[in-house]
């Protein structure tokens, strides 16, 4: 056993991209030292992967100066509007936003460690990574769902290509292309491959083109719908709604995708799946209860209710119907887990109250579900 | 006399733009019913004006749901993004945007009412409009600077064009043309030209396209910086910075505008301003003292210190150094604007208190100017 294996760390954070690195700097402000982020690879990894013309769907604007918080800021202070002089950055440019935000606030970041097993072993948490096995009094859990794609929706669905593994889709040999999921990834494989002049349809199962709610989880991004206006879209994609794809076979050089109906689409190129993630869950699924729908239990500190001292950060993060995807909906969860988690170690973590006014620190659900009245 | 004329109101608003809009609502939330809005043409006229082609520089987002409030919304519970469905308005979207505001929370708005004369009247205002002398227990300058292009910043200021004044770009006659005035409303004008493929020359006194800070009252903005690196617009356009004009002549058929160190440039079009507004506040520059910088000088609660009772709402709002253009920044006052009316009127006012939860209610200014650290 290494020295470093017999080492007590407060608290391990597993993921360093979004969740992870923001969680890390409200660690900071709460005052606490003794603790690691360990990533698979190393900072803001998956965004990394993502395709390159693939860019974040919300808006950076750099209003720090009015105390309103950059809407794809992980911190208080930083504003990717203004480190990278994008609106919409692409995963490379917020990754390497990520890693600027990790080297300010000089978190304690170990990268190529693949945690493997998470166990709590008498009042501590053993980590284990291919090389190491760490001790932590608590545990965050902030890998992200990128690098877990959903895979298998359907029957065939191995026949197809989940557009997380899509390094450009300007490199995509074919120029016709069935896109099966209507939401923000695939109106974004859409858009790209029809600006690279390729045949589009774009398949879902319900019609999420068309859905009138002002609430950003549910409906498509302001972004998305400027998107699909552009010329070279509405010439090139055709939009198949209300059509649920039942499998997926294989036809000698043609893929056949068979809808609800007796529908039947046929192109020469792998259908592309644009349906979302698996995510990491199911590593640690044994240390959580499971709500109704699929989603792991919370107390109201955002901590396991059967494994305590392991916390949850991400947009996995659920509590009644509120949904928390995206940077600008989770962040506001950092400081509550980092609160928690100081109160435990008996850190009174005022620093953290400066949270509030930003923005940065929603323990009151009963805001949210606001809606737009125009 | 007419009946109308010897109505007492509690308050009178100038201008139905997106101050008057704004602090209309908050008015209405105070529990102030007695008063009326009034603008030379309509609401949103200004925005109406503007060049066909020129967007909001600050991006919306319907964020409600997660108690952030578009960066463009004037009020609690609207978002031009949701209504609009696009994330940089033009104005003639954002003036149809503040008119379903005003619909909406049914604002008392009297258009085609040009406000001549503010007099203070023993304990009332006398507002005079071409029709009518209304009466008022309190005021709110809230009329825009749009319609009042800063004209004469050199000799020769008159035979330029101010970029007010153009209904669209497209419809300018010309292919070369020299842009005085190098921030957002200049780096517009040059867009929209080389869109349309005109050559632009860009001149300003200082070197705006450079500036480093993350505050958005003097940076550039992202959108600003982005279009700069359309390709079109670098191939069109020539960046001539810290070069102050002296004066603009005609010579025959061209126009000469004559910069510092004796450089001079020609153009067979009218040389375009975009250059700023004079404001509209010379209609009452009586009734504020002046700050050193010739803004008007305010209490704490935006009221003028020499005539009590009247209220300035708008971009021309300044504290010390703080600068509140751009509508995500006046907005915030406009809670506290509501909040000393209804105090001198007796009203509790307690439903503004909901403004702080939303960041629409800036009182303590301490907080302001913060800038991105990365």
């Not at 690195?21 to 402000?29: D, R």
């Not at 990790?102 to 970041?109: C, G, H, I, Q, R």
């Not at 190529?112 to 053993?126: H, S, Y």
């Not at 109106?187 to 950003?216: F, M, N, Q």
Request: charged share 25%.
């Amino acid at each position: 056993m290494t020295e470093e294996d017999v080492h007590l760390f407060d608290v391990l954070v597993i993921g360093a991209g979004a969740a992870g690195v923001g969680v890390g700097v409200a660690l900071k402000h709460a005052g606490i030292d003794n603790f690691l982020i360990l990533d698979r690879y190393q900072v803001g990894a998956s965004f990394e992967r993502w395709p390159e013309e693939t860019q974040f769907i919300t808006p950076s604007f750099p209003t720090n100066s009015i105390g309103m918080l950059d809407l794809n800021s992980v911190a208080i202070g930083v504003s990717p509007a203004y480190s990278l002089g994008v609106e919409h950055p692409t995963g490379k440019e917020f990754a390497a936003h990520l890693c600027s935000v990790a080297a300010v606030f000089e978190l304690p970041v170990c990268k190529d460690a693949e945690v493997l097993q998470v166990k709590r072993f008498d009042d501590c948490f053993l980590v284990e990574t291919a090389e190491h096995t760490l001790r932590s009094k608590l545990v965050i859990w902030a890998a992200g769902e990128f690098q877990y794609p959903q895979a298998k929706p359907f029957p065939g669905a191995e026949l197809c290509r989940h557009t997380a593994t899509i390094p450009s889709y300007e490199d995509l040999d074919g120029d016709d292309f069935i896109v099966i999921g209507g939401y923000e990834s695939g109106v974004d494989a859409a858009y790209h491959l029809s600006c690279y002049d390729k045949r589009v349809r774009l398949i879902d199962a319900g019609c999420p083109w068309e859905d009138e709610t002002s609430e950003p989880s549910v409906a498509l991004s302001t972004f998305s719908l400027e998107r699909m206006q552009a010329e070279w879209f509405e010439a090139q994609t055709e939009l198949i709604p209300h059509c649920p794809v039942s499998k997926v076979l294989r036809d000698g050089d043609k893929y056949q995708v068979h809808a609800a109906g007796g529908l039947l689409f046929e192109s020469r190129s792998a259908p592309l799946l644009a349906i979302g993630f698996e995510g990491s869950l199911r590593l640690v699924s044994d240390l959580f209860e499971k709500r109704e729908d699929g989603y792991p239990l919370l107390s109201e500190q955002d901590e396991s209710t059967v494994t305590p001292g392991l916390f949850l950060c991400g947009p996995a993060v659920r509590h009644d119907h509120h949904v928390f995807c995206y940077i600008y909906k989770y962040r506001q969860r950092f400081a509550v887990v980092a609160k928690a988690i100081a109160t435990q170690l008996g850190l009174p973590a005022e620093e953290l109250e400066n949270y509030r006014k930003w923005g940065m620190y929603l323990d009151d659900l009963s805001c949210c579900g606001e809606e737009c009245v125009c």
